[in-house]
């Protein structure tokens, strides 16, 4: 059993027949009262986002959840292929469950694709990636001191603020879950 006190973002249990995912948890202890756990959920098959509270006694079922090792292969349209690295067997899965950061993944690149009891809801890219620089304005040596940001495109047409100092053609390492710059490679 999966108990209210003991949740974690990323934990998914069984609230009144769906499948949650705790996204943000907090513990309340209030000076009047009996604490309580505020929490933010999505349900992982339709994506919807509610808050909750609950008493930190609560118990729910745990919901299992499938994480299988994929490789990405192209899109076509609102269908993004993938490959299972096992068996070879090819999927498609439709553009709206892809979360915002899969726009840092690029093809050939291995993901973990998320499932309950066969249905796939999410796709999680790697938590850091290195993609090519392919524009930005000319950069300026030297100039790291300030902190200064300017925008970029990377080679899978994201775009994240990056320092002065990167041009066209660096390498860099990216953040997946915050889509911030992390260094140059």
Do not use: C, W
Request: net charge negative; hydrophobic share 35%; proline share 5%.
């Amino acid at each position: 059993m999966v108990i209210a006190g003991d949740f974690k973002n990323g934990v998914t249990f069984e609230l009144d027949g769906n499948v949650m995912q705790v996204i943000e948890f907090q513990h309340v202890k209030p000076g009047k009262g009996a604490a309580f756990v505020r929490t933010k959920l999505r349900n992982v098959i339709t994506g919807g986002v509610v808050e909750k509270t609950f008493s930190p006694t609560e118990k729910f079922p745990p919901a299992f959840v499938d994480r299988k090792e994929m490789q990405y292969l192209y899109a076509d349209g609102d269908l993004y292929y993938f490959m299972d690295t096992e068996t070879y067997d090819q999927i498609p899965i439709n553009e709206n469950v892809l979360s915002d950061n899969f726009k840092f993944v690029k093809e050939n690149m291995t993901v973990r694709v998320l499932s309950y009891k066969g249905n796939v809801y999410g796709v999680e890219p790697p938590m850091f990636v290195e993609l090519e620089v392919t524009e930005t304005e000319p950069g300026f040596k030297g100039d790291t001191a300030t902190g200064t940001t300017k925008p970029a495109t990377l080679e899978t047409g994201a775009q994240i603020k990056v320092p002065l100092f990167v041009n066209e053609g660096d390498i860099l390492k990216i953040d997946t879950r915050t889509g911030e710059y992390l260094e140059r490679v």
